[in-house]
């Protein structure tokens, strides 16, 4: 028996019978009933658990094929972005769409369909596949394409991992000339501030986000917008991820509370409220928090919860005030918000989560059931305005929330593997 967690800690330690996924086994019948295959256990809740039997994709991890030329790569589902970084870099390659960890795997990009900075130009991750080897549970190889098995790599993409266990991936690579990304910062004062510095940035910079303070009034929304784009100075392509390991152990209370909170959103805001243009490291840019190895364990035993959904750009100041006001109104403070806007590029996948509209991904401690009575009015704001919430993330999200945020439901039921089961499946589907 083994212990697995996700991202978020806010689950009891679940210990599960496992294999590994190996060049040796795969052909073997590996999958029984209920298996599902865990990535890095980046995600935050129970997506990644599977209901009986857990496969480790961490030593299917060799890259297949790179053509140096073409940039089309195929690496197997078990390899980290980080690894994968540590090679193309240095040869000029990168990938089109990257989360904001480099920490996840190849296969876990693929099954949550992830989304980055650039969605508004490249989409999400399955726009960017060429093809999909698939092993499934009758032990046959299958290849999924836009061009052959269209309907499996529809239900693949974004798929949960419930298709069966994705073997290779074959994608195409975007060329980098150095490892530097051109910034600009520019601070906001409220919501529709943001809207108009987005419609104005988003034409100019491949890549968009921004950091909110909600503040302690409905009126108070400030944030950071930071853009940026592939530099074309220079030719130096070093890449090197620097870690500093500040937990060595999961501290039994939570470090992250209000107060710590609240100093640490105005010193942040106070260092970037200049108009800023820079040039920094392409991993400072994409995935600042990789710096501080396991930073989730400051949220103590109880951990933490992310809270990610989109809404519609249709009424969207009418609906984040609306989100903005029921946060402020509980009193609990969010200890991270990252905001971006989606664009209208349409996801590959059936239950792909990227949709035009406005996501927020908001960082909670763990406070059990004040929490709880929050994020239950946040969905009803999120329903009512038609939005959806992002599996990757969730612990919590009932049958009526899912099957609205993915009206595509029912095609991908008929391409899901019948042994294949996870826990938020499971959980989803047994509700009437
Ligand atoms: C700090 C941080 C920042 C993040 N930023 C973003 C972001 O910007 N955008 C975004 O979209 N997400 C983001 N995420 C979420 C993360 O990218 C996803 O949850 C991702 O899917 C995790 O990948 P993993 O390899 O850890 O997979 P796991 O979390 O272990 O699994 C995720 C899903 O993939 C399936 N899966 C994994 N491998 C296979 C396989 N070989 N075959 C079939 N199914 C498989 C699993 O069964 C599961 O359903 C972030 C997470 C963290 C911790």
């Not at 599977?50 to 890259?63: E, G, H, Q, T």
């Not at 990009?109 to 596949?129: C, E, M, R």
């Not at 988003?202 to 929304?221: L, R």
Request: glycine share 6%; proline share 4%; net charge positive.
């Amino acid at each position: 028996m083994i212990k697995i967690s996700s991202w978020g800690n806010n689950l009891p330690a679940r210990y599960m019978n496992s294999k590994n996924l190996t060049e040796q086994n795969y052909s073997k019948s590996i999958i029984t009933e209920g298996s599902l295959v865990f990535g890095n256990g980046r995600s935050y809740g129970d997506v990644c658990f599977a209901k009986d039997l857990v496969i480790f994709s961490k030593d299917y991890n060799r890259i297949v094929t790179i053509d140096e030329n073409t940039g089309i790569i195929t690496c197997q589902s078990g390899l980290i972005l980080h690894d994968l970084f540590k090679e193309i870099i240095p040869k000029g390659w990168f990938l089109p769409v990257v989360p904001g960890t480099q920490f996840i795997t190849v296969g876990g990009a693929v099954a949550n369909d992830i989304h980055g900075k650039n969605h508004h130009n490249k989409g999400s991750f399955g726009n960017h596949i060429i093809e999909i080897l698939l092993l499934d549970s009758q032990n046959n190889t299958i290849k999924c394409s836009k061009n052959e098995n269209y309907d499996l790599f529809k239900a693949t993409v974004g798929g949960l991992g419930l298709t069966g266990v994705i073997l290779e991936v074959k994608i195409q690579l975007i060329q980098l000339d150095n490892t530097y990304i051109e910034q600009n910062i520019t601070p906001f004062y409220s919501f529709s501030e943001y809207l108009n510095l987005n419609k104005e940035f988003e034409s100019d910079y491949e890549y968009t986000v921004a950091w909110v303070d909600f503040g302690s009034s409905v009126n108070t929304i400030k944030g950071i917008f930071i853009s940026g784009n592939h530099s074309k100075k220079g030719d130096n392509l070093q890449y090197k991820q620097r870690r500093i390991r500040l937990f060595p152990f999961t501290p039994p209370l939570s470090l992250v509370n209000n107060l710590t909170v609240s100093i640490l959103n105005k010193a942040y805001f106070l260092k970037n409220k200049k108009i800023k243009n820079s040039t920094v490291k392409i991993n400072k840019f994409f995935f600042p928090l990789d710096l501080i190895h396991d930073w989730n364990k400051a949220y103590g035993k109880r951990g933490l919860i992310q809270y990610q959904f989109v809404l519609p750009l249709e009424r969207v100041e009418e609906s984040v005030s609306k989100i903005h006001k029921k946060i402020i109104e509980s009193g609990i403070e969010p200890s991270l918000t990252v905001l971006k806007t989606f664009g209208d590029i349409h996801p590959e996948g059936y239950l792909s989560f990227p949709r035009e509209g406005v996501t927020f991904a908001i960082d909670f401690p763990n406070k059990k059931s004040k929490l709880s009575n929050l994020l239950n009015e946040l969905d009803k704001v999120v329903f009512r305005y038609g939005g959806a919430l992002y599996p990757a993330k969730d612990i919590r999200m009932d049958k009526k929330m899912f099957v609205h945020s993915f009206p595509n439901l029912q095609q991908f039921l008929k391409s899901k593997d019948p042994k294949m089961n996870s826990k938020f499946f499971e959980r989803i589907m047994r509700q009437n």
